[in-house]
């Protein structure tokens, strides 16, 4: 949440009446980027279902890009057909510091990527 607050995003708030959960939302050129939702069963879901409707990350192969890069993460092995899907990993992944300093990286850039457009 503290980097989704220095991002400027806003959050929207899950609803579920058995899981907990919060989506970050970049808006930019009046459209709403949901980047991920991070769960309270543990999981930190990525929205390749939804990035797949909107530029830049509707090209495939900006979608692999962005599989590749997260799968560079020690303990993320998305495999090729996560790019049209919403893949998990556990969160247990942002206690190891360089680790969780490595995914919120991919999400700096994924930003970056959408404000080019």
């Known amino acids: 949440l503290a980097w ?3 991002q400027g995003l806003r959050v ?3 609803e579920g009446a ?9 808006d930019h050129n009046g459209q709403g980027y949901q980047l991920f939702a991070v769960a309270t069963y543990g999981r930190m879901e990525v929205y390749f279902q939804w990035y797949q409707y ?3 990350f ?4 900006k ?22 899907r919403r893949p998990s990993f556990p969160l ?12 919120l990286a991919v999400f700096d850039w994924f930003i970056a990527e959408v404000r080019r457009v």
């Open 58 to 61: 509707d090209a495939e192969e």
């Open 4 to 6: 989704v607050s220095s």
């Open 92 to 103: 247990k992944l942002f206690e190891n510091e360089q680790q969780g300093e490595q995914i």
């Open 63 to 84: 979608r692999r890009e962005l599989r590749d890069k997260l799968n560079a993460v020690e303990g993320i092995n998305f495999p090729p057909d996560a790019i049209t």
């Open 12 to 14: 929207w708030w899950g």
């Open 18 to 26: 058995r899981t907990g959960s919060f989506v970050p939302v970049f």
């Open 54 to 56: 909107k530029p830049p």
